[in-house]
């Protein structure tokens, strides 16, 4: 059983920064698609960024239209953990955002991920 910790999330001013981490523990971490999504009080879950090896160090990633070019998705796969470089944040942004992993190729779609963290708060003030 694959788990989720992740880590990084507070409370930032627009135009900032913030970093996120997912550790997983409990499975071969470079056979998973890692995701990060995101939940807005009142919104549905959101796809926000995703990250394959689809085969040694050749890295396939992609975004949400609304984070691209702010947001950069990373993972080491010594340290079992992805990450989630956020900048340019805006008062949108502000969600929940939690980790998952997806054993196999890439997919945007949170109903495809088995496993989840608990998820880590991001606020953005104006």
């Known amino acids: 059983q694959v788990q989720l910790v992740e880590s990084g999330g507070g409370l930032v001013q627009a135009g900032g920064s913030l970093r996120l981490s997912c550790t997983a523990s409990?499975?071969?971490?470079?056979?998973?698609?890692m995701g990060w999504f995101r939940q807005a009080p009142g919104k549905e879950r959101e796809f926000v960024a995703a990250i394959w090896e689809k085969s040694r160090n050749i890295y396939y990633a992609d975004y949400a239209d609304s984070v691209k070019g702010r947001f950069t998705i990373s993972r080491d796969n010594a340290k079992s953990t992805v990450y989630l470089q956020m900048s340019s944040l805006k008062p949108e942004d502000t969600a929940v955002y939690c980790c998952?992993?997806?054993?196999?190729?890439?997919?945007?779609?949170?109903?495809?991920?088995?496993?989840w963290g608990q998820g880590t708060q991001v606020t953005v003030s104006s």
């Open positions: 998952a992993a997806l054993y196999g190729r890439l997919r945007n779609t949170p109903e495809e991920y088995r496993h």
């Open positions: 409990g499975g071969t971490f470079s056979s998973y698609t």
